[in-house]
């Protein structure tokens, strides 16, 4: 698809002061310049509709991931199956930098499972909303608390990491939600969690919870927050909660998981480079995005979609001729990102009838020809007389120029006739379109 796109050198503009797109200095709990991801693609992104993934898929999986940067990578249960019991056990073993969490029922048979698979944490969640109490477990919120309680301390006496989370937790009752985090809050933990179960919270929501939470919790104790995206806030509700006070944001890559999933890995990286650009770009392995994104797209048989953010084949493509215009003179005109931060590359489309004449200047130039500035605006309304006729590709763009470079710059010859009735050359002309032989 990119055949028909020019490539743009890069310029890069001189460095802001500030940085008016970053946290709000109110939000004195903001953590946008110091989160972390806990990268979920082998336990939530496990729960696509299209997902299967082999050890050696997975082990791939996480070594791109670990690769990249991440802080966390968390697993499927090893009590879904036997073999996912095994490929946690051998993720475990690889040595990687990120630590690995594996996920499970608030239920002591799993919690034994767990802590005997090598992980560096447990990630310990239950239905807290009246949905899943009456629907899914059935269980109410003394049994809950006291059930989270046993699971904690036994998962703490193994020295693990431990996290416990509400599940829907923006449909549960907040005196509920208050606490039962107070109650697991008090005997330790090293997170809360927070889950947007069927993507139904908006930012405001999100930070007003996480502002709450925040002051009913112990200051060591972090919030990680899980986002569904049924609609569409998952990368909003993310960055809001870190402005709110959230340390860790679950995410996948490509955002699979359950239904239409969770907060994309690439799309977080994109928001957050916009508010916090050298944090992210000194933590995070940022040109690595576009292969571990090709990598689980292949493993589930999808394609990445044209507007996915930084690695979707248009994220970076200029067509209209005023933007065109502004992104030769500087490319922060019309981009917030610089797509050199991730290892790719901006792209003018100017095989189309909505171009202008710099996009066709700058490809003029690329072709090595000389045209002046009358010339490019006469070439370019022959190019969008075309494009009026059918879709335009390079080649044709290409061709009508190097026609008409050849039209301008042939000689046009004129001739008179002499005593003995032939043609002598009268005159040599580069003036003009016409290169045709004129007789008097």
Known sequence: MCENFEQVSEAVPKAATSNPYGPNPSDFLSNVGSFQVIE?????????????????????????????????????????????????????????????LTHIRCHMDDAKVAVETGVDGVDVVIGTSSFLRQYSHGKDMNYISKQAVEVIEFVKSKGLEIRFSSEDSFRSDLVDLLNIYKTVDKIGVNRIGIADTVGCANPRQVYELVRTLKSVISSSTEIECHFHNDTGCAIAN???????????????????????????????????????????????????????????????QVNIPFNNPITGFCAFTHKAGIHAKAILANPSTYEIINPNDFGLTRYIHFANRLTGWNA??????????????????????????????????????????????????????????????????????????SAKKQKK
Do not use: W
């Open 40 to 100: 979920s693609t082998l336990r939530e992104g496990e729960q696509f509709a299209n997902a299967f993934f082999t050890t050696e898929k997975k082990i791939e999986i996480a070594k791109a991931l670990d690769d990249f940067g991440v802080d966390y990578i968390e697993l499927t249960s090893p009590v879904a199956s036997e073999q996912s019991r095994s490929d946690c056990e051998a993720i475990c073993k690889l040595g990687l930098k990120a630590k690995i």
């Open 360 to 433: 066709i200047k700058s490809r003029v130039d690329q072709l090595n020809l000389h045209l002046s500035d009358a010339q490019c605006k006469e070439v370019t309304a022959k190019i969008k007389k075309l494009g009026d006729v059918r879709p335009l590709n390079i080649d044709d763009v290409d061709s009508i120029i190097k026609d008409f470079h050849q039209e301008v710059n042939t000689p046009a010859v004129t001739y008179k006739e002499n005593a003995n009735g032939d043609a002598d050359v009268e005159s040599i002309s580069l003036e003009g379109p």
């Open 238 to 300: 993310a960055y809001t909660a870190l402005e709110g006070g959230a340390k860790l944001i679950d995410t996948s890559v490509l955002g699979i998981g359950e239904r239409n999933g969770i907060t994309p890995l690439g799309a977080l990286m994109a928001r957050m480079i916009v508010s916090a650009p050298e944090y992210v770009k000194n933590k995070y392995k940022l040109h690595k995005i576009r292969d571990i994104e090709n990598l689980v797209a292949d493993a589930v």
